[in-house]
């Protein structure tokens, strides 16, 4: 199984849970044994690839700005690179430079993903019932790409992922194991860090530095 065999069926979820006007957000970046699979909740449609007339690359969030401020500080994320994303307007990021930003992605061995990929319309809240019907199908991307740690963000996808209750306040920098198919990951909690989590970016970015540098630079 590839990760483009798991499009069909997230393409089937988005006709029953995300909006009818929009195609899903699939994921981006290094699919083999990535450092850092990094999860987030959902897509809005403020990323321009879910647009039905879009035929490049459906990877989270292209065409914003503020996530890629985390990924920067967290030097995950070239000066020059970011430079440019602060000078695009949405439109004016074009085929190319979105596989020039998730070349760089995939370059610095990290895979940005969602729990869910139904696209909706603005950042509304998604149910547990609905985020969870992904849930197998993210297990099986775990599988396919195989990371050597995971970060999710959120109580809501933490919680749901690791089947138990999260606070991420009371989780920081401790990882809990997850285990899918035979194979074990340590699975890290962090602050959503954008949209109403926009507060709480400094903690998340100070949070991945110390997963980094505790998970990642020590194997160097």
């Not at 439109?91 to 909706?120: P, R, S």
């Not at 019932?129 to 963000?153: A, G, M, R």
């Not at 962090?190 to 630079?217: A, C, H, L, R, T």
Request: hydrophobic share 35%.
């Amino acid at each position: 199984m590839t990760l483009d065999d798991l499009k069909t069926e997230y393409d089937k979820l988005q006709i029953k849970y995300g909006a009818k006007e929009l195609d899903s957000i699939y994921n981006g970046g290094c699919d083999k044994n990535p450092d850092i699979c990094f999860v987030f909740m959902n897509p809005t449609g403020r990323n321009i690839a879910s647009d039905k007339a879009w035929t490049g690359r459906k990877s989270p969030w292209l065409g914003t700005k503020n996530i890629w401020k985390l990924f920067y500080q967290v030097h995950l994320l070239s000066d020059a690179t970011y430079h440019q994303i602060l000078s695009k307007k949405p439109k004016d990021w074009d085929y190319d430079f979105c596989d020039y930003v998730y070349n760089e992605v995939y370059n610095n061995h990290i895979f940005i993903t969602n729990l869910g990929k139904c696209t909706q319309v603005d950042a509304r809240a998604l149910t547990d019932d609905v985020l969870s019907k992904y849930l197998d199908l993210l297990f099986k991307e775990i599988d396919i790409i195989q990371p050597k740690i995971i970060i999710t963000f959120g109580n809501q996808v933490s919680s749901i992922i690791l089947n138990k209750k999260i606070a991420v306040s009371e989780n920081r920098k401790k990882s809990h194991d997850l285990t899918i198919y035979n194979r074990t990951y340590k699975v890290y909690p962090v602050y959503y860090p954008v949209g109403n989590g926009i507060f709480n970016m400094d903690k998340s970015i100070e949070d991945i530095q110390w997963i980094i540098k505790n998970e990642i630079e020590k194997e160097v």
